[in-house]
């Protein structure tokens, strides 16, 4: 049974740029999130999919967004990017069903902005 | 917006010790998660609570949720090098599963 996975580890861009990072989820999840974890601190919530839709956003400008597939997978674009996106971005999955709302994590992926 | 207050930042400790940590919160949340983070992996959930005043254990960790729904405390009995790891709170509101995460406390444990 696969847990979270996420591609690529790592990465390194340039400002300006832009960069998808996926995710696919544990097997029978449909729900998605997506987090931004600055170095030495704890992750922040950017938005979640349910149905290929965005169902929650937290505080995070238009320059991230995102798209879930019909197989529950997913992407996080961010556009225009600063130094300041530089972190780890971790996506969750979880099962809407699921009244715990418990969230399994993949391992992230590190995105350096030179 | 809501923030967690995550006590203390980081804790050398020596094998076998007890370790507490806490959270607290200027919101209520209705749940609280707490997790452990090891360098280059995502956080994995150590214990959930659901009701204000549980007490709950998995193994050597306790957890409780605080009777005002604003606090909660993590507990791990006689520690062992393989506790080493940043430890982080979370709380989740009826606002869908979106969690809000403390800054984490960094665990390092002296064999």
């Known amino acids: 049974d696969a847990g979270v996975t996420q591609s690529p580890t790592h990465l390194i861009k340039t400002r300006g740029q832009q960069v998808t990072l996926r995710c696919s989820p544990k097997?029978?999840?449909?729900?998605v999130s997506w987090y931004q974890q600055a170095l030495g601190q704890g992750p922040q919530f950017i938005f979640q999919?349910?149905?290929?839709?965005?169902?929650q956003r937290g505080n995070f400008p238009d320059r991230f967004s995102g798209h879930q597939f019909p197989n529950y997978s997913s992407e996080l674009n961010v556009n225009a990017l600063l130094l300041g996106d530089s972190a780890l971005y971790l996506c969750?999955?979880?099962?809407?069903?699921?009244?715990?709302?418990?969230?399994?994590f993949g391992e992230g992926s590190r995105l350096t902005v030179l | 917006g809501q923030q967690l207050n995550q006590s203390p930042q980081s804790m050398f400790i020596q094998e076998g010790e007890d370790v507490s940590m806490n959270c607290t919160s200027s919101s209520i949340f209705n749940t609280w998660l707490w997790y452990k983070q090891d360098p280059g992996e995502g956080p994995v959930l150590l214990i959930a609570?659901?009701?204000?005043?549980e007490l709950t254990s998995n193994g050597r960790l306790t957890a409780q949720f605080g009777i005002t729904r604003k606090d909660s405390f993590l507990n791990i009995s006689a520690s062992i090098p393989s506790d080493v790891g940043i430890y982080f709170c979370?709380?989740?509101?009826?606002?869908?599963?979106?969690?809000?995460f403390g800054g984490g406390t960094r665990l390092m444990v002296k064999p």
């Open positions: 609570l659901y009701k204000a005043g």
């Open positions: 979370a709380g989740r509101n009826n606002a869908g599963n979106m969690l809000t």
């Open positions: 097997s029978g999840h449909d729900t």
């Open positions: 999919y349910y149905e290929e839709e965005e169902r």
């Open positions: 969750a999955s979880s099962l809407v069903r699921d009244l715990s709302g418990e969230l399994f």
